[in-house]
């Protein structure tokens, strides 16, 4: 079974550019989580998605992120204008609801 | 690579030794628990993961203790290998939904 694929796996871009990042969950999983994981700290919970709908995104700055997912497969995380302090490592899971949770290796942005 | 979990609690055992990681988690609504081992430049790897109906589970060497009552949760690793050297993650969920994080542990495995 093939896992979870993100990409790109790292990106370093200036301040107040926009950046974007993709994943391609587990087939068949109908549940999609985007983290943010700032060094030295766990997960922080961003975005879930059940199919194409979103579950929770109570903790998604929404004045610079955005996400998506269309057809309930495949989903984007957008960060337009990047912050400094939007340096960590953004990760993509995936799972059947009720289920435990499989993650991608992540994306690595770095804003300078 | 860079390292996950430099300004974590770290707990240090020599090899072969038996570890125990804790955890306290915040919701009393949380039905859900799993534990995560994450190596650096990787993501989150699942270990093992319990249901709020149950109050032990055990795996291949692995066993988790939930105590709703305290609302804590332990990991257990037996005859801990220096390949078990990680960080220790552990997730409460309500319903699948909102699957959240605790600080973290770095285990350390001493040769």
């Known amino acids: 079974e093939a896992g979870v694929a993100q990409s790109p796996r790292y990106k370093i871009i200036e301040k107040r550019q926009s950046v974007a990042f993709w994943c391609n969950p587990i087939?068949?999983?109908?549940?999609l989580y985007w983290y943010q994981q700032i060094l030295g700290q766990g997960p922080k919970l961003l975005i879930q998605?059940?199919?194409?709908?979103?579950?929770?995104d109570s903790q998604l700055p929404k004045d610079r992120f955005s996400a998506e997912r269309l057809k309930g497969v495949d989903s984007t995380l957008k960060i337009q204008p990047a912050k400094l302090e939007d340096s960590a490592v953004y990760l993509c899971a995936s799972s059947r609801q009720g289920f435990e949770a499989f993650f991608g290796q992540g994306t690595r942005l770095t804003v300078v | 690579g860079e390292s996950v979990g430099l300004h974590l609690p770290t707990l240090s055992v020599q090899e072969g030794d038996n570890s125990i990681i804790n955890c306290a988690y915040s919701?009393?609504?949380?039905?859900?628990f799993i534990w995560y081992k994450q190596e650096s430049g990787k993501g989150p790897q699942f270990i093992i993961d319990?249901?709020?109906?149950?109050d032990k589970r055990q795996g291949q060497r692995v066993t988790v203790l939930l105590n709703k009552t305290v609302k804590h949760l332990s990991l257990q690793i037996a005859a801990t290998q220096p390949g078990d050297s990680a960080v220790y993650f552990c997730?409460?969920?309500?319903?699948?939904?909102?699957?959240?994080f605790g600080g973290g542990t770095r285990l350390m495995v001493k040769p």
């Open positions: 319990i249901r709020s109906n149950m």
């Open positions: 087939s068949g999983h109908a549940t």
């Open positions: 998605f059940q199919n194409n709908g979103v579950v929770d």
């Open positions: 919701n009393s609504a949380s039905d859900y």
């Open positions: 997730a409460e969920t309500n319903a699948g939904n909102m699957l959240t």
